[in-house]
């Protein structure tokens, strides 16, 4: 027999969708997901799904702080099953988190076993460990029982799970939260919960009041593990009133002394987030690579506590010096961000400050009391119709007794009788005989009266806002004192600083091994570093066409000064220049002069120095060698000068005479005291010139006379009585300089 052939389907009807429209509504939706079920915590419990669906889960589990200890597979296991259908990894990793005490401030599970550490080890696996829920944990779920907060249906309807938690601990700034959505993000250090109840409890009285005002009690995060926050007290208060910022924290140290006149740094708390692992081999890997010169070794020594130890190069080194440079180089600093992004009502994600963080979790507890009073109302009301019955069935024992033997439907003849409830009713013919007794009745009476006596008092909470509030100050009171600053776990453990200042020149020169080396300039500005001091340098290669301008001894810690034609200077450090291998690199590629401007003068800047500088036109005043110093690639302008003039001499002022040369050979010598100094300007005239310019200048002491080098390197000198003809006035024209090389140029260099 053939096979059996099935009519073919008609194909189902297809609609056209624009691909533009198709993707929108897809990612928008994936976005929303991603900001309400995983990202953003929710403002009032301070929780994301994940968190919520655990602690739920162990709730059911009956995973109470004193309660025994449950394996982490069946948790994960019950949470996954019924709530969170997501994998197993994705549940434990977050469970291990709430459980880490150097991750959350407050955690909220207390976990048996390997929960990981700060090195960075990951946790065992889940069959290996067991937990349960902390005190913490347990004020996050009370009241959930007594319709607290509302429920909905889980992701396969087959129960429920709350919306939300009670929320009585203030757990969203407390632990704080990270997380990455669609489009945003949150970042929330946590906070010292004392301090929070304390500003809560101001703003109980004065709801209006500022994030600014109650900074007057939140000082700032506390981190789990503890750090120095280096801010300043203005940036603080901006973070915390637009929800928006970042703290800088770094590592506590101390210096311990040791066996003749050494010493070593201990840090005993690191930046939180920090894995402390990943942190000593950066450090080792600086010190190898010579990044920094003041350390000489690192070693881990901590147990349950942290303790790494510093050891310094040598005994000389300033320790603050030390630190700083390990302050900016690694994670013994690290900043930490905060943006308050969170779900407002559960609903909304926005950026909120500390007052409206703290609003949203005191309106939440004020929600759950009134609907946990309401709750509370329904079971009294309850109880007192039922004790009603019960004290009617006691007037009239004997006649009940007989309608419950002799009908066939008790229920409905006792209803009538004695006009009863379907209620009262049910509980009268549930009775026990043993309730019969006479002591029985006057129990119910005593219950009837304490009841409806705090049936009047939930009756005027709910009609009074005041007492409302007041209600919530109490509540808060308690977690307050619960995780006071007394308490082991409520004590702050990060304080506050101002960065100690340190000469910035210092705290670079801490960055770069002091090593004595020679920079070589080439005619057409190319520049290397050689090691060592070397004097001979025929051997150098250089590029064709070029040669050897000028060299000079310097140190890898050195700061250079280039004075170029345009009359700016120029700032480099040595250790940024290329080394001896190959031709060097322009120097140009290290700072930003212009293609027309060349250099006139490249030298180590010692400070403190006064220089005579000069332009071809003949103008020149005196500068301090420190208002040379430029910050940034652009250099900073000081002699003023106009294209075709530029900056043509410059010498060291060491002396009183002032001899001046141009390119016509003329020479005049006039006292130094005629030439102003100035920090930046055109200058006055020096020598007077018709057809000719400015070739170069010299300062010298007139008991000593003036020296120069020739081309061959070779000195020469005279004394001021050989030099009476060129003696004259500033701005002279001078006379020929008989004697004198005929390259117009004294060669002296920057002493």
């Given at each position: ?495 506050f600083a101002d960065a100690p200042e340190h000469d910035l020149a210092a705290i670079e020169e801490a960055f770069v091994e002091r090593e004595p080396v020679t ?123 106009d294209m075709p003039n530029e900056a043509r001499a410059i010498t060291t002022v060491a002396g009183d005479t002032v001899a001046v040369i141009g390119t016509n ?14 920090a930046r300007g055109r200058g006055v005239r020096l020598q007077k010139y018709t057809s000719a310019e400015l070739s170069d200048v010299a300062v010298f002491e ?50």
């Open positions: 027999m053939g096979k059996r052939q099935l009519p073919p389907e008609e194909p189902a009807e297809i609609h056209e969708v624009p691909l533009r429209d198709a993707l929108e509504e897809r990612y928008l939706a994936y976005a929303l997901s991603t900001i309400m079920h995983r990202a953003l915590p929710d403002a009032r419990d301070g929780l994301k799904p994940v968190h919520r669906r655990i602690l739920y889960g162990m709730r059911l589990l009956n995973l109470n702080p004193n309660s025994p200890f449950k394996k982490s597979a069946k948790i994960v296991g019950d949470v996954m099953g019924s709530f969170h259908p997501h994998g197993d990894q994705a549940i434990y990793d977050a469970m291990v988190r709430l459980a880490q005490d150097f991750a959350s401030r407050y955690p909220l599970v207390d976990g048996q076993g390997n929960f990981g550490n700060i090195d960075g080890d990951n946790p065992a696996a889940y069959r290996y460990t067991e937990a349960r829920m902390t005190d913490v944990a347990r004020l996050l779920l009370e009241g959930i029982d007594e319709d607290g907060v509302e429920f909905r249906a889980n992701y396969d309807g087959q129960s429920k799970e709350p919306v939300v938690l009670p929320g009585g601990f203030p757990n969203l700034l407390a632990n704080g939260s990270q997380g990455i959505a669609v489009g945003m993000a949150t970042s929330i250090p946590p906070h010292n919960a004392a301090e929070l109840c304390d500003a809560a409890l101001h703003l109980i009285e004065k709801p209006d009041a500022k994030s600014k005002a109650l900074l007057k009690w939140v000082k700032g995060p506390d981190f789990p593990t503890g750090g120095i926050v280096v801010d300043s007290k203005e940036a603080i208060i901006e973070a915390y009133t637009t929800g928006r910022g970042a703290f800088r924290t770094r590592a506590r140290w101390t210096q311990e002394e040791g066996a003749r006149g050494t010493w070593v740094i201990v840090v005993t708390e690191i930046p939180w987030l920090v894995q402390k692992s990943r942190l000593v081999e950066k450090i080792s890997e600086l010190i190898d690579q010579k990044k920094l010169p003041l350390v000489g070794d690192v070693r881990d020594e901590s147990a349950e506590d942290i303790r790494l130890v510093i050891e310094p190069k040598s005994r000389n080194v300033d320790p603050e010096l030390m630190m700083e440079s390990l302050f900016r180089l690694t994670e013994l600093e690290s900043k930490i961000s905060l943006n308050l992004n969170v779900l407002v009502k559960g609903k909304i994600p926005k950026v909120v400050g500390l007052a409206e963080c703290l609003r949203e979790w005191l309106d939440h507890l004020r929600d759950v009391l009134v609907r946990r009073s309401n709750y509370r109302k329904g079971q009294i009301e309850n109880r007192l119709e039922i004790l009603g019955g019960y004290l009617i069935a006691y007037l009239n024992i004997d006649k009940v007794i007989k309608i419950i033997r002799t009908e066939d439907e008790p229920k409905p003849v006792l209803m009538k009788t004695f006009k009863l409830t379907e209620v009262q009713a049910d509980a009268i013919l549930n009775m026990r005989l043993r309730s019969l007794r006479r002591l029985e009745e006057m129990e119910i009476r005593t219950e009837d009266k304490d009841l409806r006596k705090e049936l009047k008092g939930i009756e005027a909470l709910l009609r009074s806002e005041t007492e409302q509030w007041a209600k919530v100050g109490e509540q808060v009171r308690k977690v307050r004192d619960m995780f006071g600053p007394k308490t082991p776990l409520g004590k702050r453990r990060t304080t920079v070589v300039i080439s005619e057409k500005g190319w520049v290397r570093t050689l090691k060592g001091h070397v004097a001979d340098l025929s051997g150098l290669a250089f590029k064709t066409d070029d040669k050897l301008d000028h060299a000079f001894f310097a140190e890898t810690t050195s700061k250079l000064l280039l004075f170029a034609t345009n009359g700016k200077f120029y700032s480099l450090d040595v250790a940024k220049l290329p080394g001896g291998r190959g031709h060097g690199e322009p120097i140009r590629m290290f700072i930003d002069m212009e293609q027309d401007a060349a250099i006139v003068s490249l030298f180590v800047n010692k400070g403190g120095r006064k220089f005579l500088i000069a332009s071809s036109e003949g103008q020149g005043f005196v500068v301090n060698e420190d208002d040379c110093v430029g910050t940034t690639r652009k250099g900073k302008q000081v002699l003023n000068v050979h003329k020479m005049v010598l006039f006292p130094l005291d005629q030439v102003p100094e100035m007139s008991k000593a006379g003036l020296t120069w080098k020739d081309s061959a390197g070779r000195d020469h000198g005279m004394s001021m009585k050989e030099l009476s003809d060129w003696r004259g006035s500033r701005a002279d024209a001078g006379r020929l300089a008989h004697g004198l090389p005929k390259s117009n140029k004294f060669n002296r260099g920057l002493e």
